[in-house]
């Protein structure tokens, strides 16, 4: 009996570890970095591919004459002299290192906003136009699917059509079809993936999906969960809280958090399993109007907080920018309790509400207690990838996400050890970013396709680790312990 229960116990874990392999750690990659200055390009060879299940290279657009989806950069097809192999070619090499990893052609984004779309569904002939070219581009480069990012079907405001919401569940329909038909006419057992990048306002969502056929057509939604509040506002406010802030009181703000946006696709019929829950590597920053108030809605001056020195966007801090304020310029980090997340904020009046490793790691042990199918980042080129910013490795928060969507028990005995001494990271002394390496943009790129192992750094020793979070996985460990024990020998 005693055997009998401790084996049932193992079966019970192992379940729940095989169960884990079906989990997503969904990353973007996106050009951006290719024309920062002072700062080395993340070629998408350099990408750790053990870190991520599946990569989505945004973005390409849809060409509303021909119908057919085009990069929207020369060297992502084209050999270059600058970049020499083709930017989607050195992408796929990341397979060698990682056979399993999917890699996906994500069309639209935010500044493409709805043209394509529109002319796609425009007629039953030019959705059968787009479909059919799609899946010879896909094809063509080897891509494992494709991924709509349309900001927003619905939207009259961003250009879609009025009728957008029907028809773009018809050309979800159709894509679905057509991807399963021609896996069986070539023979293929793996057949192209189709997924999405959806709202995470119910305004928005309401608009721009029939919620229910749209995820069961798809392989998996993610929900951007993100640019809750930003420079838009008229008070500080976090770009991606799990809850709402008890500083917030107006009542329409009410959904502006994770969890509630989560709640309503599942709430209107979505399958929790279908849903990758959105992380920013980045944080919307504000310029305070006094120094004396540094708090979740604290006045602030119009505009935004100062352009990050590398990304150099008003309002927006890359998540490697912000660990350089932590360090280099000794910004002084908060946490609130009610919205669980982080805050920093500067002498001089800047702010950033932010994804630290902390709170992303409650949101993905927050997404797996929810049955979610994954998280998705936004995006890789957006995380420490150099290691110097951080002082974690390279990567350390898809490395942070990764493993806490994976490795749970693991996470937890590393946890249980923690020091908190270990808090404190070391100032930088330099107050310049002179001593981040300089890009020599003359320089022909290394060819080479895989990459040096990544020093995947020791299971995470970092201490800022959530005590929440660690502390329910703790006492599951340990119940799990101990009801093995006093069975044993009862
Ligand atoms: C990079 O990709 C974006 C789409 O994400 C595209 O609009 C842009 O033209 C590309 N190139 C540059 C130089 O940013
Ligand atoms: C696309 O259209 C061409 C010409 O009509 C046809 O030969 C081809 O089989 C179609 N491809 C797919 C994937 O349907
Ligand atoms: C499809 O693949 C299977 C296994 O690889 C093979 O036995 C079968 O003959 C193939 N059928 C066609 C039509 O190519
Ligand atoms: C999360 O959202 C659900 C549904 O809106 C709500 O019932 C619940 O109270 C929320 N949780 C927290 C902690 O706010
Ligand atoms: C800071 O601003 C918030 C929101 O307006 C307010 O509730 C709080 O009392 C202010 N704190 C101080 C110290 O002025
Ligand atoms: C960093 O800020 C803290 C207070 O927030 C201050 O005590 C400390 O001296 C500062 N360190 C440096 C190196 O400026
Ligand atoms: C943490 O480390 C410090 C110094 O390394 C030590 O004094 C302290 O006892 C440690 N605390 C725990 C809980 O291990
Ligand atoms: C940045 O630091 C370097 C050396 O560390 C120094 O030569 C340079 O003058 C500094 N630049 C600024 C703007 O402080
Ligand atoms: C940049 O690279 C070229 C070619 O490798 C080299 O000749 C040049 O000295 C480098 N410039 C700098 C500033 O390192």
Redesign the pocket.
């Known amino acids: 009996m005693k055997f009998l229960f401790i084996i049932q116990l193992i079966i019970i874990y192992c379940k729940k570890f095989a169960q884990n392999s079906d989990l997503r750690v969904v990353c973007y990659y996106t050009n951006w970095s290719l024309y920062r200055e002072a700062m080395p390009t993340l070629y998408p060879d350099h990408i750790d591919p053990l870190l991520c299940t599946h990569i989505h290279f945004a973005f390409a657009d849809i060409n509303p004459l021909t119908l057919a989806i085009t990069p929207t950069e020369d060297h992502d097809i084209h050999w270059t002299d600058r970049l020499g192999m083709p930017l989607y070619l050195r992408m796929y090499g990341l397979k060698r290192r990682n056979p399993s990893l999917k890699i996906i052609l994500s069309v639209g984004g935010w500044s493409a906003r709805s043209k394509g779309f529109n002319a796609v569904l425009r007629s039953d002939n030019n959705r059968a136009k787009f479909i059919n070219q799609t899946i010879a581009f896909l094809q063509e480069w080897q891509f494992d699917g494709l991924d709509l990012d349309w900001e927003f079907p619905g939207s009259r405001d961003r250009g879609a059509s009025a009728d957008s919401k029907i028809k773009f569940n018809i050309l979800i329909h159709e894509l679905r079809q057509t991807f399963e038909d021609d896996a069986i006419r070539i023979n293929k057992t793996n057949r192209l993936l189709l997924t999405a990048a959806v709202a995470a306002d119910p305004k928005k969502i309401e608009q721009g999906y029939i919620i229910e056929e749209f995820c069961n057509s798809l392989d998996y939604v993610s929900v951007m969960t993100y640019d809750y509040h930003g420079k838009w506002d008229s008070v500080t406010g976090i770009n991606s809280p799990l809850y709402r802030s008890h500083t917030e009181v107006e009542n329409h703000e009410e959904w502006k958090n994770t969890n509630s946006s989560i709640y309503y696709w599942i709430n209107q019929g979505c399958a929790a399993s279908k849903i990758n829950l959105g992380l920013a590597l980045y944080g919307r920053s504000f310029t305070l109007a006094s120094t004396q108030n540094t708090s979740i809605g604290a006045s602030i001056v119009d505009g935004g907080g100062e352009p990050g020195p590398y990304t150099k966007e008003e309002g927006i801090l890359a998540y490697f920018e912000i660990c350089q304020k932590l360090r280099a310029h000794n910004w002084t980090t908060e946490w609130d309790e009610g919205s669980q997340s982080q805050f920093a904020y500067s002498d001089t009046g800047q702010w950033v509400g932010y994804d630290s490793l902390r709170s992303a790691t409650l949101k993905v042990i927050w997404s797996k207690t929810m049955g979610l199918g994954g998280a998705m980042l936004w995006t890789l080129d957006y995380d420490d990838y150099t290691g110097l910013f951080c002082n974690r490795g390279e990567f350390p928060f898809t490395r942070r996400v990764h493993e806490t969507m994976f490795d749970s028990i693991l996470t937890t005995s590393t946890i249980s050890t923690t020091n908190q001494s270990h808090t404190t990271t070391t100032p930088i002394r330099?107050?310049?970013s002179?001593?981040y390496p300089k890009l020599n943009r003359t320089n022909k790129p290394n060819f080479v396709l895989v990459v040096a192992p990544s020093h995947r750094t020791k299971m995470v020793s970092d201490s800022r680790m959530v005590n929440h979070a660690g502390d329910h996985l703790k006492y599951k460990f340990f119940l799990l312990f101990f009801l093995s024990v006093f069975h044993f020998f009862k």
């Open positions: 330099t107050s310049n002179s001593i």
